[in-house]
């Protein structure tokens, strides 16, 4: 039987104009305020309450989302115990090593089950079948970063199916670590950090192997751990992946919220995190189109002024982020902007600049800046030089392949149908063609 719907809940919210997930973020900032902690709500959460699915979040949340909506009582809301799990999940005791709400860490433990759906059956009984850990130390935490920083290592080399399933299993293991027993909190928020981290890198793998879905829920499964580990940089870094996707596949609200969610307490990251951030935002903006021109050039000189405050303080996992990566990020963002009208000489100096900065050596990311600029160009009648882009951007594929690049330069191939009767356009299509059959194949 389909649970009840919460129209209490869901008249509240729309009574003071807040979406779903503006909600879930008003409400989160209430919940740090009160307990130090940010809240790990969405607007999918959100949307479970009101659906009725869950009727009774935790004392925190409810207190948070009371405030949030203006309302004196749980009534109000529509929310009450029904003393039944299927139902609500109601705070339990404290786990004797330092962890949270039970609600919270179903919640993680659901995730982490996502992630892994080769693994688990029955994300939160095969959680509970193998939370009998042994004792979780300062090793552990080293193993898993040490994993996480190793397969980074093939983020600008060859990925493909067999390195994300990789990966993926890892994180699956991984995450069986997390329900151990500590015995110092501070170790087992260096997990949840440490997790997250594996989490974002086997986000960025599925990515380029083309498993969106499964990105998706590593990028979830990743906020959710470096929400719990109090860790606001990863926390960023994975809703900048769920933005990036959300650009991949022309989810502009989506991307834009999960952008914009990332800024969320900014002052909190450092400048060239934040930097990061800003060109995220640019990108998510630049896909919603001329009517966010001015917001979209807005950060991407937040990006360039956040970069340049850098003062080499920063998070180990983002040294590999240059200023090619800049130029190239902020490339793509004005792409958006050019191949719609805009101003295509900004977005081409920028991606020019990116190709310039590399190294000489074959990258995912080199490539991936040669194919935009190609597609940019192709689009603004240029199409020799575009030719000459794309091809260059086809020789330097080499054993790089990467779901990013292959849309990319699909993107290329349909721009180039206007000029379909030019001899080297059909040489290039057909090169494209070549690439992409091979990309479904592996």
């Given at each position: 039987?389909?649970?009840?719907?919460?129209?209490?809940?869901?008249?509240?919210?729309?009574?003071?104009?807040?979406t779903?997930?503006?909600?879930?973020?008003?409400?989160?900032t209430?919940?740090?305020?009160?307990?130090?902690?940010p809240?790990?709500?969405?607007?999918?959460?959100?949307?479970k309450?009101?659906?009725?699915?869950?009727?009774?979040?935790n004392?925190?949340?409810?207190?948070?989302?009371?405030?949030?909506?203006?309302?004196?009582?749980?009534?109000?809301?529509?929310?009450?115990?029904?003393?039944?799990r299927a139902?609500?999940?109601?705070?339990?005791?404290?786990?004797?090593?330092?962890?949270?709400?039970?609600?919270?860490?179903?919640?993680?433990?659901?995730?982490?089950?996502?992630?892994?759906?080769?693994?688990?059956?029955?994300?939160?009984?095969?959680?509970a079948?193998?939370?009998?850990?042994?004792?979780?130390?300062?090793?552990?935490?080293?193993q898993?970063?040490?994993?996480?920083?190793?397969?980074?290592q093939?983020?600008n080399?060859?990925?493909?199916?067999?390195?994300?399933?990789?990966?993926?299993?890892?994180?699956?293991?991984?995450?069986?670590?997390?329900?151990?027993r500590?015995?110092?909190?501070?170790?087992?928020?260096?997990?949840?950090?440490?997790?997250?981290?594996?989490?974002?890198?086997?986000?960025g793998?599925?990515?380029?192997a083309?498993?969106?879905?499964?990105?998706?829920?590593?990028?979830r499964?990743?906020?959710?751990?470096a929400?719990?580990a109090?860790?606001?940089a990863?926390?960023?870094?994975?809703?900048?992946?769920?933005?990036?996707?959300?650009?991949?596949?022309?989810?502009?609200?989506?991307?834009?919220?999960?952008?914009?969610?990332?800024?969320?307490?900014?002052?909190?990251?450092t400048?060239?995190?934040?930097?990061?951030?800003?060109?995220?935002?640019?990108?998510?903006?630049?896909?919603?189109?001329?009517?966010?021109?001015?917001?979209?050039?807005?950060?991407?000189?937040?990006?360039?002024?956040?970069?340049?405050?850098?003062?080499?303080?920063?998070?180990e996992?983002?040294?590999?982020?240059?200023?090619?990566?800049?130029?190239?990020?902020?490339?793509?963002?004005?792409?958006?902007?050019?191949?719609?009208?805009?101003?295509h000489?900004?977005a081409?100096?920028?991606?020019?600049?990116?190709?310039?900065?590399?190294?000489?050596?074959?990258?995912?990311?080199?490539?991936?800046?040669?194919?935009?600029?190609?597609?940019?160009?192709?689009?603004?009648?240029?199409?020799?030089?575009?030719?000459?882009?794309?091809?260059?951007?086809?020789?330097?594929?080499?054993?790089?392949?990467?779901?990013?690049?292959?849309?990319?330069?699909?993107?290329?191939?349909?721009?180039?149908?206007?000029?379909?009767?030019?001899?080297?356009?059909?040489?290039?299509n057909?090169?494209?063609?070549v690439?992409?059959?091979?990309?479904?194949?592996?």
């Amino acid at each position: 039987m389909s649970p009840e719907p919460n129209r209490l809940l869901r008249t509240a919210r729309e009574a003071v104009g807040m979406t779903q997930g503006q909600l879930a973020e008003s409400a989160n900032t209430r919940v740090e305020q009160a307990t130090g902690k940010p809240g790990a709500m969405d607007a999918d959460y959100i949307g479970k309450l009101e659906r009725g699915v869950h009727r009774w979040p935790n004392r925190q949340y409810r207190a948070a989302l009371r405030l949030a909506l203006r309302r004196q009582s749980d009534a109000e809301l529509g929310f009450f115990s029904t003393r039944s799990r299927a139902a609500t999940v109601e705070r339990g005791p404290r786990h004797v090593d330092g962890g949270d709400d039970v609600e919270r860490k179903a919640f993680l433990r659901v995730l982490a089950g996502s992630v892994a759906g080769l693994a688990f059956s029955d994300p939160l009984n095969d959680f509970a079948a193998r939370s009998a850990q042994g004792r979780v130390g300062q090793a552990e935490v080293d193993q898993v970063r040490s994993l996480a920083r190793t397969f980074a290592q093939q983020d600008n080399g060859f990925v493909g199916g067999l390195s994300s399933e990789a990966v993926v299993a890892q994180l699956s293991t991984s995450a069986d670590l997390l329900d151990g027993r500590f015995s110092l909190d501070a170790v087992r928020c260096e997990l949840f950090s440490a997790v997250a981290e594996l989490a974002d890198v086997a986000g960025g793998m599925c990515f380029d192997a083309g498993a969106a879905a499964q990105a998706e829920r590593c990028f979830r499964f990743a906020v959710g751990c470096a929400t719990e580990a109090g860790d606001w940089a990863m926390r960023a870094k994975g809703l900048s992946g769920l933005a990036n996707l959300a650009v991949h596949q022309g989810r502009s609200d989506d991307a834009l919220s999960m952008a914009e969610m990332a800024l969320v307490r900014a002052d909190r990251l450092t400048p060239v995190t934040r930097a990061v951030m800003h060109t995220r935002h640019a990108r998510a903006l630049g896909l919603s189109g001329k009517r966010r021109e001015s917001d979209c050039l807005a950060a991407v000189q937040q990006a360039e002024d956040h970069f340049a405050a850098g003062n080499g303080d920063e998070p180990e996992w983002i040294s590999y982020y240059t200023a090619a990566h800049l130029e190239r990020d902020l490339g793509r963002a004005l792409s958006h902007l050019a191949v719609n009208g805009g101003d295509h000489i900004r977005a081409q100096a920028r991606l020019s600049a990116a190709i310039e900065r590399y190294p000489q050596k074959r990258s995912r990311g080199k490539t991936l800046a040669m194919a935009n600029l190609a597609h940019c160009t192709m689009a603004r009648d240029d199409p020799e030089r575009a030719v000459a882009l794309g091809n260059e951007a086809l020789d330097s594929l080499g054993l790089v392949r990467s779901d990013r690049i292959s849309e990319t330069l699909r993107q290329l191939r349909i721009a180039g149908r206007r000029y379909r009767d030019m001899p080297s356009v059909r040489e290039l299509n057909y090169r494209v063609d070549v690439v992409l059959r091979a990309s479904v194949l592996t």
